[in-house]
């Protein structure tokens, strides 16, 4: 974690404000927004049981006392603090760092994907760094991640996320993740509502046939009761009064 500065007395008397947002939008073009946002939601769920936050687009206040000192990442994972959302991050506030860096990358950002956010992460020690490039404009491959190795980051050539135990593919203009352990695919939010969907129909079409079911059976409790038949058991003679 970055060293935090002692404030100074007119610091001390001054209140810093630390700013939420900027007025400037969340992502360059649908896909870059989409990607970002499935990312976020996949890793929301995963690490749902965990103490951990998963945040998107908000600043990361790395700096004490120094507002103008930030970065926003696409998607950051935090461990070790309290689960859910947060306006913006602030490390000495929260005792911690993010483990887990992606961003959205596109041609336009490049420059400060590759260079000055590489180095800013590195030198922070977030763990994992990855870049996705949904539109394949700079990225051959579309998805490429950083591990540190000491100090510095190395290339992650296995597509595996050790910090979340999860293998990375490129899936079109999003990422797919899968569990290490079950091999199993983590359901984004399209897979979700087609399982719902999917449950939806079942139980439709069950209580379709159920309600078939019903019908057939009080149709032919119906015709039993014509032929003088009881459809608990009895014929209308054994239960009628005075029957021998």
Not at 207 to 213: L, S
């Given at each position: 974690m970055p060293a935090i500065m002692p404030r100074s007395p007119a610091q001390a008397q001054t209140e810093v404000i630390y700013p939420s947002g900027d007025g400037q939008p969340v992502a360059e073009t649908f896909d870059h927004l989409y990607a970002l946002f499935v990312t976020l939601e996949i890793l929301r769920q995963y690490l749902s049981d965990r103490r951990a936050t998963v945040l998107g687009n908000q600043f990361l206040y790395y700096a004490e006392n120094f507002p103008r000192l930030r970065v926003a990442p696409d998607v950051m994972v935090i461990f070790d603090v309290e689960p859910g959302g947060r306006d913006n991050f602030k490390v000495w506030e929260e005792g911690a760092i993010p483990a887990v860096v992606f961003e959205m990358t596109s041609a336009g950002t490049r420059q400060k994907d590759e260079l000055s956010k590489y180095e800013l992460y590195e030198g922070l020690g977030v763990t994992e760094y990855w870049q996705f490039d949904p539109k394949q404009e700079w990225i051959p491959e579309q998805l490429r991640g950083y591990r540190l190795v000491g100090n510095s980051y190395g290339p992650i050539t296995d597509g595996v996320s050790t910090v979340l135990q999860l293998r990375l593919v490129a899936e079109g203009t999003l990422i797919g993740f899968y569990d290490l352990a079950t091999g199993q695919r983590l359901l984004n939010p399209e897979?979700?509502?087609q399982r719902l969907e999917q449950a939806a129909q079942r139980a439709e079409a069950e209580?379709?046939?159920?309600?078939?079911?019903a019908q057939r059976a009080e149709?032919?409790?119906a015709q039993l009761r014509a032929l003088g038949v009881d459809p608990d058991g009895e014929t209308a003679s054994e239960s009628s009064p005075g029957s021998p």
């Open positions: 897979d979700l509502k209580a379709q046939r159920a309600d078939k079911a149709r032919l409790a």
